[in-house]
């Protein structure tokens, strides 16, 4: 069952993804939509953490040695999701139809838990790519 797991995490990877794709284009297509998107992305999140700590505990399990690793990224997550809600703002609801403020702020969290994640992982590739061009 271990070894599957990495099929079963793209699995679910690509049907999130496609369901994320499909979300968007209706939110393009129709403003109307755009609470429904949110509310994928606030699933999708809550998901992604029960996934982390299942994971967490399946390391555990299967390499205790290993598990401080696991502890140091699944607090570097929670730390950035705390700083994301924290910092999140959802004063610009008024803009939007049918957008409550809670809504405009969980937006805007997961926005800001992105473009956190997407730089830590630009800036792993570049470093990894410096590192390997000095060795």
Known sequence: MADKLPL???VLGIVFGLIGVVLFIM???NEDKAPGFVSYGMIITIVSMIIAVMSFILALVVNPQGIKGVGIGLAV???IGLISWVTADGSDFVQYKDVTEATSK??????TS???LFS???LAVVYSLVSRAIK
């Open 114 to 116: 992105f473009y956190i």
């Open 27 to 29: 939110v393009a297509a």
């Open 106 to 111: 969980a937006s805007s969290a997961m926005l």
């Open 8 to 10: 079963i995490g793209r």
């Open 120 to 122: 830590g992982a630009i």
């Open 77 to 79: 997550i929670l730390v």
